[in-house]
């Protein structure tokens, strides 16, 4: 005979998919409140690098990749500044479809880089 506290499968499997997706959704809050400083911090990053730029060693080359990466990095934070954190994983889930290869690639170096930095003494 069951307890009567004990709910069937079905009435645990929708307990925890509830569970885990309030989870999910105040991790995304959290992380959602944190795109403001991230932003800031990219574009502290692209600024020290503007005024670095022409100073480093290499010529114009250098210093024409190194304005580029500044920009890049500015750009990001703009991205970041605008979008909330379903519409950067609706984003990444578009640009996967469209370019599985890479994005595979990419995985996959990610995925080797940090098993190295995670297995170093």
Do not use: C, W
């Not at 970041?80 to 890479?102: C, F, H, T, W, Y």
């Amino acid at each position: 005979m069951p307890t009567p506290n004990a709910l069937p499968a079905d009435g645990i499997t929708a307990e925890a998919k509830a569970k885990a997706s309030g989870v999910g959704q105040m991790a995304a809050d959290k992380i959602d409140e944190k795109r403001g400083a991230a932003a800031g911090g990219l574009d502290s990053a692209a600024d020290i690098l503007h005024d670095k730029a022409d100073t480093l060693p290499g010529g114009e080359k250098v210093a024409s990749a190194a304005h580029t990466a500044a920009d890049a990095l500015a750009s990001t934070a703009e991205y970041i500044r605008e979008n909330d954190l379903k519409g950067m994983m609706a984003d990444v889930q578009s640009l996967v479809k469209k370019n599985p290869g890479p994005a595979l690639l990419t995985a996959a170096a990610l995925g080797f880089l940090v098993a190295r930095t995670f297995s170093r003494d």
